[in-house]
């Protein structure tokens, strides 16, 4: 009976200090540490991704644009970053639904990582009108509607009040959905961040351009900068 009860003692003890282990290895300060403001946290939290069409790609391309510049197609909901002659990345997007598209030709002016969230005060009139109340403005943070990154985009050196950036709801991508702004995956917008610099020309085609007003051929996947990189 002693060893019995010295085995069951044994157990007791390395169990519990197994659960301190584990409890320790998922403790909240490593959920909200430092690593908590990455993109990853968020598909974590929202792992569901839209149809592997809109996953980044790197695609053969033609177009009279210089590389550097974004084409966004919000009728495919595709938005294009030229790499080079014959070369550009294709991004899946979502945009603005019935009422909310446009088109013109834009610059980035602005770009913010984990920006704040301002809604304009016609959103916010227009949601309280549906018994939504909106916050004048929200920190940013992986619950903000503008997701990990924003690039804000300006005319004439105004800004429009559209913006390019991230969404906590990645399934929303090749949907009409926005009120006008260009959202991509947390983890596209980040990799769109580090390429656009301030300055860089955004061309959007949706309602009111015409055909011909901007040249480009998505000619499908680049298979050799797909398998070999570059």
Not at 139 to 168: S, V
Request: hydrophobic share 35%; aromatic share 10%.
């Amino acid at each position: 009976m002693r060893l019995h009860v010295t085995g069951m003692a044994v157990l007791t003890v390395a169990a519990a200090a197994l659960l301190a282990g584990n409890a320790a290895a998922f403790s909240p300060a490593d959920v909200a540490g430092a690593g908590a403001e990455r993109s990853e946290i968020i598909q974590v939290a929202q792992p569901k991704k839209p149809p592997q069409r809109y996953w980044r790609t790197k695609v053969r391309f033609r177009t009279d644009e210089a590389p550097g510049t974004i084409i966004v197609d919000t009728n495919s909901k595709y938005l294009y970053y030229i790499d080079c002659r014959n070369r550009a990345t294709r991004y899946g997007i979502g945009v603005g639904r019935d009422g909310f598209g446009w088109s013109g030709v834009v610059k980035v002016g602005r770009k913010a990582e984990w920006p704040s969230w301002t809604p304009p005060a016609e959103m916010r009139v227009r949601e309280r009108a549906k018994g939504r109340i909106l916050p004048i403005t929200q920190p940013g943070g992986i619950d903000n509607p503008l997701g990990a990154r924003a690039l804000y985009l300006y005319k004439g050196g105004r800004d429009t009040i559209f913006r390019i950036h991230g969404t906590n709801q990645p399934w929303t991508i090749g949907q009409n959905m926005s009120s006008g702004c260009i959202r991509m995956m947390n983890e596209d917008v980040e990799h769109l961040y580090e390429r656009a610099g301030i300055g860089t020309k955004v061309i959007v085609i949706g309602p009111g351009s015409k055909p011909g007003d901007t040249y480009f051929d998505d000619r499908g996947v680049d298979i050799f900068r797909t398998i070999f990189g570059g």
